[in-house]
């Protein structure tokens, strides 16, 4: 460190021209006890040293890293607090003080600091020895997707992967793991590569320095360029886009919302366009909280219990009751005993299971299948406290729950002595997501022909009775025949909404019918010509015209797909590589295995197990990696029609091969130590992913071989296929 190094308060000044040379041997010596780990004697030495040295901004931000490090908030807090009070333009101050600000819900404030604290950053990364500004944007990131800033928070995170060196970086994890959230929705994931405008557009060359700018993580002064540019060019697209997704950087939701509704109703946007801005500006008011989802209470609601000996005979011969086998003394709380029983309770008769295993299902009817309205436990009589029923059960289904258990106990039940809300439920979830209950027998083929046609029941007739979102109280099926094309352009975008984060891929025409039903238009394959990977929605990735693509596009959007989980792009994008002889036998082996791991659709899971062990096969190789995957996935959804010996058999022969044995033994153990009558239920539609599968993509590193194009490592082509189990 000399007079000339940057100086270490983050001015971005020479040591010399700011905190001066004086400082240079003190924060030298405060360097070497933090790295000796000494961080009570650097306070006690920053305590001692005269006023006029303890107070340089300098030295000022050593005893916040030094704070920082003890992992004592309150004091690190109230530092970086002072050190803002008496330099308020220093940028680890702001930094630092920063995501305080957001999590104290002073968002817009926290984020203006920190934009203060990055504009004073003059190349791409801040100089040497500012980690607390990048650990500033760090923390206010995290702040920002706890107070349910999305947009803005990626953004957050992009600038700090951006300054930081190693790949594997906080940031960059972050980002990667909420990208390969199923249950993040696709609109938050599509939020980057939309800054450009047209090459001969007469603004581009200032439109591109604004754009580099947002780049360095500048946006509020990015903002004000592109806004300066739209008052000159009040009707272009592309500049009311660049507005839209600034403001949403900079955490301002309801104005981004604003400026993606200015864009979807613009002459000249093509509407399915406008649906997508339709749909980011639903996703940004509704984290604006602008936007009020109509959901419903889950209730955990009690009912008294007059005559407890005449009441469980009769829940045990009811058919609409299906006793629970769980540990009873593990639902013990705290020290009251634990329940006497527990069941869970449908709507309609369980199903015989004799009759169902006649046939595997083929003759149920979807109207048969009964759901499960909630699970209940039953408690006797405790010195301080009468017998009852608690239940869990959701408040639009409270009455019919309790008139069939009225119906069952009679007079041995009493009324509800008690409800409160557990958690809420969304409405689309509510409509679109049941659980049924099913007798063990039932085959995949019954059980996914009959989820499919309950889905097109619930989607088709009971979602347009909906009442939409931000459709001023008319329904969906209202809104959709509503003069103002807004209302339209609303219920396409709850539409694609829907659709973009929809998991079964067989189901992919409902969506176009439900379109037609509504008089709306279906939404078709893109034109080749309009495909460009480089600024492409997310949310039109399902539309990609796949036959039609060049072998290196048709990749490239598949890796695209998969890194962000879209799972009906996968499958489009995913069949026609398989299909193309010009493709190598290694990418569709990779395609067929991440396309397995995407599926929510037992069938086709099966299927790209089938379709990749053949292809191994063919070219020589063991199919042990394919069985494999085999067994975990019909250990985890087991069915009749699939008997597991017979596979164990098959890999046993290959059991000489490295790690077969022991994959095969770590996968028995993990199913094993479930007890089989555990695996009563289907596997329930509201988990979000419907059929088997699931304790298999609880152990994959999902897309552990994600690059499936050229540009994969030659290394990462060696290491070979995943196998199940392997972290
Ligand atoms: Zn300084």
Request: charged residues 30%; aromatic residues 6%.
């Amino acid at each position: 460190m000399d007079a000339y190094t940057p100086c270490p308060c983050g001015s971005g000044k020479k040591i010399k021209f700011c905190c001066g040379a004086e400082v240079i041997p003190e924060v030298e010596k405060l360097d070497r006890m933090l790295d000796g780990e000494q961080r009570r004697a650097a306070l006690e030495h920053i305590a001692r040293l005269p006023a006029k040295l303890r107070e340089k901004p300098s030295i000022w931000a050593k005893k916040i890293q030094t704070l920082l490090a003890t992992g004592d908030t309150e004091a690190y807090d109230s530092a970086a607090r002072e050190m803002l009070a008496a330099y308020p333009d220093n940028p680890i101050a702001l930094a630092c003080v920063a995501p305080l600000e957001v999590q104290a819900d002073r968002v817009r404030e926290g984020v203006a600091m920190l934009q203060r604290a990055i504009e004073s950053i003059q190349e791409e990364a801040p100089g040497f020895g500012i980690v607390l500004i990048t650990g500033g944007v760090l923390t206010t990131a995290n702040a920002l997707l706890a107070a349910g800033h999305v947009w803005a928070a990626r953004a957050h995170l992009r600038i700090v992967d951006l300054w930081m060196e190693s790949e594997d970086n906080p940031a960059a994890q972050s980002l990667i793991s909420m990208d390969r959230d199923p249950s993040l929705p696709l609109v938050w994931k599509d939020d980057s590569g939309h800054l450009y405008c047209a090459t001969d557009a007469p603004y581009k060359a200032e439109f591109d320095a604004a754009a580099s700018l947002s780049e360095l993580g500048k946006f509020q002064v990015a903002l004000d360029r592109f806004e300066a540019l739209l008052a000159q060019h009040p009707k272009e697209a592309a500049l009311w886009r660049a507005v839209a997704i600034e403001r949403a950087c900079l955490a301002d939701d309801a104005a981004a919302a604003e400026a993606f509704q200015k864009l979807a109703a613009l002459d000249g946007v093509p509407l399915d366009e406008a649906v997508e801005y339709e749909l980011h500006a639903i996703a940004l008011r509704l984290s604006a909280d602008d936007l009020t989802t109509d959901a419903v209470d889950l209730l955990g609601a009690t009912v008294a219990v007059n005559d407890f000996d005449a009441l469980l005979p009769r829940l045990l011969s009811d058919k609409r009751l299906i006793r629970l086998r769980v540990d009873l003394s593990s639902l013990a709380q705290e020290d009251r005993p634990p329940p006497r029983d527990a069941f869970r309770l449908l709507d309609r008769p369980a199903l015989d299971a004799a009759a169902v295993e006649a046939d595997g299902g083929a003759s149920v009817r979807r109207e048969d299948v009964p759901c499960v309205l909630g699970e209940l436990f039953l408690f006797g009589r405790e010195t301080d406290r009468d017998a009852r029923i608690e239940m869990e059960v959701r408040r639009d289904e409270l009455d019919k729950a309790l008139s069939i258990l009225a119906e069952i106990g009679g007079d041995a039940l009493g009324g509800i002595t008690d409800e409160r809300v557990l958690q809420q439920i969304g409405q689309t979830q509510r409509t679109l997501m049941w659980r049924w209950h099913w007798p063990p027998a039932v085959a995949t083929d019954a059980y996914e022909r009959l989820s499919r046609e309950e889905f097109r029941y619930r989607l088709l007739e009971k979602w347009p009775q909906m009442t939409g979102r931000g459709t001023e109280g008319k329904t969906y099926g209202e809104a959709a025949r509503d003069a103002d094309p807004r209302m339209r352009r609303l219920v396409l975008a709850a539409i694609l909404d829907l659709e973009s984060n929809h998991r079964e891929t067989e189901d992919a025409s409902v969506f176009n019918e439900l379109r037609t039903n509504l008089g709306l238009p279906a939404l078709n394959d893109l034109e080749p010509f309009r495909v460009d990977l480089d600024h492409i929605s997310l949310l039109r990735l399902s539309r990609l015209p796949a036959q039609l693509m060049p072998d290196e596009q048709l990749l490239m959007a598949f890796n695209l797909a998969a890194s962000v989980r879209a799972v009906a792009a996968l499958s489009r994008l995913g069949e026609a590589i398989v299909e193309r002889s010009s493709i190598d036998a290694d990418r569709k082996i990779r395609v067929l295995l991440s396309l397995a791991r995407a599926t929510s659709s037992i069938t086709q899971l099966f299927d790209c197990l089938r379709r990749g062990r053949e292809l191994d096969v063919a070219r020589g190789k063991s199919p042990a990696v394919w069985l494999l995957e085999e067994l975990a996935a019909s250990l985890s959804r087991p069915d009749k029609a699939r008997p597991v010996d017979a596979l164990i058999e098959r890999i046993m022969a290959h059991r000489q091969e490295p790690g077969v044995a022991q994959q095969l033994m770590r996968i028995l153990t993990a199913f094993g130590v479930i007890d089989p009558r555990a695996m009563y239920d289907m596997p329930s539609r509201d988990a979000g992913i419907s059929v088997g599968g699931v304790e298999l993509k609880a152990q994959a590193p999902a897309f552990s071989g994600e690059a499936v194009g050229a540009g994969a490592p030659a290394e990462e082509k060696k290491s070979g296929l995943w196998l199940p189990g392997m972290d």
